[in-house]
């Protein structure tokens, strides 16, 4: 079945760094992916989506890769601000199966 | 416009009982989603309810349920609670036709079981 998870629990970045969050997923059916910010108190808030038929996107200082050889996306913040101090948690899903959700990455912005 | 809003905020319950959370989503949205969300497992999907009915269901026991009313208000019901029951309880509303991409969250329900 499909599994999605982090390579790292914790990052710690310096302001005004570019900071990488990875996810590997495993069901290679996967064509829809979606990273997601969780801040303290608060639900999971949507960054930006992917799906299985781009290689990358571009938001507002924000770009999801996705390299489906591998099964492997990463979330890249550019210009990392003390805001972006939270929980990212990437997703999959295949088809219109529900988003299967990877454990998380805290990052931590020190300024 | 207003968001996806889930009631309790917080709440505490006694082993063996049991507990109702509700959720109203976003205003035309009619796919609620319900997610489980603990330290340990990270979030878990428990059901999805399009127009009233189920359309998916997580790996969860029987004792947690849900449902969705007409106005795709839905609620989800855990009984006989237990310790590990204890979490944050995640509804996602989407527009129609775009679950699971379109998933906006609510802030959650906090349920600790003693």
């Known amino acids: 079945g499909e599994s999605v998870g982090l390579h790292l629990p914790t990052l710690s970045v310096q302001e005004g760094d570019n900071s990488i969050i990875n996810c590997a997923y495993s069901n290679s059916a996967s064509d829809y992916f979606i990273w997601y910010k969780q801040e303290s108190g608060k639900g999971p808030q949507f960054i930006i989506d992917?799906?299985?038929?781009?290689d990358k996107r571009q938001g507002q200082r924000v770009t999801v890769l996705l390299n489906k050889t591998v099964k492997h996306l990463s979330l890249q913040i550019a210009a990392t601000q003390p805001g972006d101090s939270a929980v990212y948690f990437c997703?999959?899903?295949?088809?219109?199966?529900?988003?299967?959700f990877g454990k998380g990455t805290r990052l931590s912005v020190i300024a | 416009k207003a968001g996806v809003t889930q009631t309790p905020r917080y709440l505490i319950k006694t082993r063996g009982q049991q507990v109702t959370l509700s959720c109203s989503p976003i205003s035309g949205h009619r796919s609620v989603s319900w997610y489980q969300q603990t330290p340990g497992q990270g979030l878990q999907f428990l059901f999805e309810?399009?127009?009233?009915?189920?359309?998916n269901k997580g790996n969860f026991p029987g004792r947690f349920s849900g449902r969705q009313f007409s106005n795709s208000r839905s609620e989800m019901n855990v009984s006989t609670l237990e310790l590990g029951d204890s979490a944050l309880y995640l509804c996602?509303?989407?527009?129609?036709?775009?679950?699971?991409?379109?998933?906006?969250f609510g802030s959650g329900t906090r349920l600790t079981v003693v």
């Open positions: 309810y399009f127009s009233e009915t189920q359309r």
């Open positions: 992917i799906r299985s038929n781009m």
């Open positions: 996602a509303s989407s527009p129609p036709g775009q679950a699971p991409h379109g998933y906006t």
């Open positions: 997703a999959g899903s295949a088809g219109n199966t529900p988003l299967v």
